[in-house]
């Protein structure tokens, strides 16, 4: 009856609240036996077994059923105002027109299937497809460097990639099926690559290369949908975490879909004919649970942005608002922060009075950006959502709405459990910290967004998610409760760095360093950034017979980073140093490095644990010479 009862209901009766919905929002080709048969200390976790289903019909079919002409897709090109819409009828012939190629070239169920594309029809259409045949796609976002595009593929074994010629952003071509050939180089398993054109520049080709626009002008319009269990793989999404080795998250078909799907309509207050205006990229799991599969489930008109909010210049999010009248937008701390410094005029020159509801995802958004989303971008009018979840738990977990009518929001703070969660705050003795609390975030009950596994390495799943804190699900961060009960996230409490809302491990950076022929030594730490959130700073140390110069071994390094993994990943600090501080069990106080990182020298705590406290001194003189 109230926000408050309905929530009550749906923690205390949670197989009859997602049973119900599951039955009403979904549509099956068999019902389902059984709503959960979870074991958070196992980590076997089912839902909605024995029900049989196909995504794609639920994304796409059912829609164009009954409204064939709604524009399912609205393509926000990276040039401004050049869109492109697609209805549900002709992302119905696209799907199936793609789905008839990849079983054409011998594309199986079951098999993975890589996804290198720009935000584009293509793209989703690809990801839908694989959901039609029952492969499992991993989409790579498509500013990954070969090597990490490598590491991907082989890690799923996979033997399809779809990728376009170019990419184009703020301008600039990106280079993506050179980089997919670079990779496929290392890749034996690769047996085919799709290729759609985007650009028309003269892109390299292989003899793997399948020209997929051409196939799809001659392939039929229908195509069957596999019949698949609600647990069978839908997709895996490859995440940072506090080892050097990239994690393929992986979610199932049922409860991931109706979980994107009632997230996305209640945290945001969809309605029939909005238009929804999610600007992350489709490689992130905010792309693929809300540009394509909430939205697109419930028969939504997602926005896809190909672009970057600067380009042209700081309103080209404003005046896609107003172009496209969008209802709901939902962006990136680290975006907001950037525009805000270019003052109000470029939001206030366009019309926003579309705009209902604002959210923002991916990292901790300061008092400062949200009260210009709110007052400037908003008018004040608008419900601003800080929504905190992560690429495991396949949905929003925390978020101010839903939420009662007159329900407050505050600043800055994600607040309230999404229904259905019961979010936990732990001690480091394991106890579930009541009242004014801090300590770490963790979910007492299983749901139906919530990760399966990690692809090939359950054992490293239950270590990261489940073992510290048995019983519960472990999100790796930090939260505190206030007098009021709201939840505010205090920040990762393992070694993960947040680089423009872009999720990156210290180990992984470190592991590229230590490559380096004259690295001894590396460690990465998080420094606080104003735009970008945090920034990685490299500590490294030479070994001994190194007598070039700091500089050049430092671009040596920046390259070898872009290289191996992103640009985003670059140090965009580094000093080369004697030593690395460490305790005398030869583990490296990190805490020291990030107050020398942050130039706070004066302040290093506790040194006495030191093997060698003259490590400091060194490390104080050589901070003066960080590149
Ligand atoms: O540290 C949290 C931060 O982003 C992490 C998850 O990253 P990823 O799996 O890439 O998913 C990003 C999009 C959901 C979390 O562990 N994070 C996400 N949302 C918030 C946040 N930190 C603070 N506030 C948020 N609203």
């Known amino acids: 009856k109230t926000y408050e009862d309905l929530y009550k209901f749906s923690v205390n009766n949670s197989d009859d609240f997602w049973g119900e919905l599951a039955k009403t929002r979904l549509d099956w080709y068999k019902p389902f036996s059984q709503v959960s048969d979870c074991d958070m200390n196992s980590g076997n976790i089912k839902w909605f077994d024995g029900g049989k289903l196909n995504v794609s ?29 697609v209805t549900y009828s002709q992302l119905l012939a ?50 990954f460097s070969a090597d990490a595009l490598a590491q991907r593929i082989q890690d799923a074994g996979v033997e399809t990639i779809l990728t376009t010629d170019q990419g184009v952003r703020g301008g600039k071509v990106i280079e993506l099926k050179k980089t997919v050939d670079a990779a496929v180089q290392k890749c034996p398993s690769v047996k085919r690559v799709f290729v759609s054109k985007r650009t028309g520049e003269n892109a390299p080709k292989t003899n793997l290369d399948i020209d997929l626009d051409a196939a799809m002008k001659t392939a039929s319009e229908n195509f069957t949908p596999e019949v698949m269990d609600s647990e069978d793989l ?13 994690k393929g998250i992986v979610h199932t078909q049922a409860g991931y879909l109706l979980y994107a799907s009632m997230t996305q309509k209640y945290v945001f207050d969809y309605h029939d004919g909005d238009i929804f205006g ?73 019309d926003r009075s579309s705009l209902k509801v604002l959210g923002s995802v991916g990292e901790p958004i300061n008092h400062e950006a949200w009260e210009w989303y709110h007052n400037v971008v908003g008018d004040g009018k608008c419900d601003v959502v800080d929504t905190w979840w992560q690429t495991e738990t396949g949905g929003i977990a925390v978020t101010p709405r839903p939420s009662g009518p007159n329900d407050k929001i505050i600043p800055a703070a994600p607040m309230r459990a999404f229904f259905g969660i019961q979010p936990a705050i732990l001690g480091s003795e394991q106890e579930d910290l009541q009242g004014v609390n801090e300590g770490a975030l963790c979910i007492k009950n299983p749901w139906p967004g919530m990760a399966r596994t990690i692809y090939g390495d359950h054992e490293r799943f239950m270590d990261t ?53 004259d690295v001894a030594e590396a460690a990465v730490v998080g420094v606080p950034h104003a735009v970008k959130g945090e920034e990685a700073f490299a500590f490294v140390t030479v070994k001994e017979n190194f007598s070039r110069d700091h500089e050049t071994l430092v671009k040596e390094l920046q390259g070898l980073v872009r290289e191996r993994i992103a640009s985003f990943a670059v140090p965009s600090q580094m000093l080369v140093t004697e030593g690395l501080p460490k305790t005398r069990s030869g583990k490296i106080m ?27 001194s060194i490390l104080i003189r050589d901070s003066n010479f960080v590149f």
Not at 60 to 72: E, I, L, S
Not at 73 to 80: A, F, G, S, V
Not at 284 to 304: E, F, K, M, Q, R
Not at 491 to 503: A, E, F, P, T, Y
């Open 57 to 85: 019909v639920n994304c796409v079919d059912r829609h164009a059923a009954k409204h064939p002409d709604k524009v399912a897709l609205i393509w926000e090109k990276d040039e401004p105002g050049n869109t492109e819409k």
């Open 94 to 143: 696209m799907v199936c027109k793609i789905s008839n190629c990849l079983k054409d070239s011998g594309v199986k169920r079951g098999d993975r299937v890589a996804i290198y594309m720009p935000v584009s029809p293509i793209a989703v259409a690809a990801m839908l497809a694989c959901t039609r045949i029952g492969a499992v796609h991993s989409v790579v976002f498509a500013g």
């Open 234 to 246: 839908l997709f895996m999404l490859y995440t940072s975490g506090s080892t050097g080795k990239p």
């Open 278 to 350: 999610c600007v992350a990229d489709i490689g992130w799991i905010t792309g693929h649970s809300y540009v394509v599969y909430g939205p697109l489930s419930n028969g939504a008109t997602t926005v896809l942005f190909e672009s970057i909010p600067t380009y042209p210049d700081p309103g080209r999010y404003w005046e896609m608002v107003e172009r496209l009248k969008i209802n709901q937008f939902y962006g990136a701390p680290t975006a907001i922060r950037l525009l805000l410094r270019y003052g109000d005029s470029f939001v206030k020159k366009y």
């Open 465 to 517: 998610y489940y073992r510290p804190f048995p019983g519960h699900y472990f999100s790796g961060d930090g939260a505190k409760r206030d007098e009021e009960g709201f939840i505010h996230i205090t920040g990762r409490m393992d070694d993960v760095l947040n680089i423009s809302g872009h999720r990156l491990g210290t180990a992984e950076v470190e592991d590229v360093l230590d490559e380096h022929p």
């Open 590 to 616: 990190r805490r020291i490095l990030r107050k020398v990182a942050a130039g706070q020298v004066d302040d290093l705590g506790d040194i006495s644990t030191l093997a060698d406290p003259t490590v400091v």
